[in-house]
């Protein structure tokens, strides 16, 4: 072994720690390729889990490879190694987003710290309770975004009504297009026995329950009903959101933005707040316009981050590393 390679059961056990990233309806659009007798892993998104009327451009799979991205370094930082980043979305090789060198050299104690999160961040789908989240924690999650080249932007009352009103006309806009709502059902699983096993996607116990009114910040998944048995709450009213965004809107910026959501919502996790993702408003180029707020600096919103204390919700599951991970 020279001093560049990377022993097989740490890269596997680092990739393992990566794929615990949130990704657009769970499909964990990523692959993972380290070159043997080097000591570099190469990231790619992996075409085959697109969603074409969703996500046409492939940002949201960006950002879900730059969230496993950010978790890599973590893992890198957690086995005392320093993660040296390239990112390399490229007009010629589109789906290769990155290459991650990993160095035996001084550790980032920051990143490290953030390794027991991977595994217990969890996104809720549930109702927060009111407690006022402390400014010092909000101040911290924005130094994160910022670490990140990424700006997190806590909108006042009127903007967050603005967003809030957004979910709930992409709730319409979906409820219009019948491939739109072909595509998201093909990435739940309702339980039902033929799913058993199913190592994507979201499972019925991670939809949360049904709002009771139209007040709701979570995305309901299940319209048509397919799941039984879930229960009727009320929601906050107005949730406290953040928005994480960039001033251009580039695949790099993508990537920037998945490793810049990682970072907060691990930071989050340790500090005992829960969260859930909306992206359904920005998943329509219409409305993703109006999400901004034009009073902050952010040109172009990529994730929409509720924050709040309540249940944390439930691992969901994850392909084995075997089908993500080559060697060659």
Sequence with gaps: MTTTDLPRALVTSMVED?????????????????????????????????????????RALHIGCGAALFNLRVAAAHHGRRAATRLLPRRDDPWHLADVQLRQAPVDD??????????????????????????????????????????????????????????????????????????????????AAEEDGAQ??????????????????????????RVT?????????????????????TPGDWLEAGQAMQHVLLRATLDGLSTSLMSQPLEWPELRAEARDPGSPIGYVHMVIRLGYGPRGRTTPRRPVSEVLSFD
């Design 18 to 58: 990566a794929v615990t990233a949130p990704s657009m309806h769970n499909a964990q659009p990523w692959r993972f390729v380290h070159r043997t007798g080097t000591d570099t892993v190469e990231l790619h998104g992996d075409p085959s889990r697109e969603m074409p009327r969703e996500d046409p451009d492939h």
């Design 229 to 249: 048995g879930r229960s009727s709450v009320r929601f906050e009213k107005r949730p406290l959101i953040a928005l994480l965004g960039t001033t251009t809107d």
């Design 200 to 225: 994507e996607g979201i499972p019925s116990y991670a939809l949360g329950p049904r709002q009771y009114d139209v007040t709701s910040p979570v995305r309901d998944f299940d319209t048509t009903r």
């Design 110 to 191: 920051e990143l490290a710290a953030l390794h027991p999160a991977l595994r217990s961040r969890h996104t809720s789908r549930f109702p927060f309770t009111d407690e006022q989240i402390p400014p010092e924690i909000l101040d911290g999650l924005k130094a994160a975004a910022l670490l990140e080249g990424c700006r997190l932007v806590l909108p006042g009352a009127w903007h967050t009504d603005t967003v809030m009103g957004l979910v709930h006309a992409s709730e319409l806009f979906e409820a219009a297009d019948a491939s739109v709502r072909a595509e998201i059902a093909a990435w739940i699983r309702t339980g």
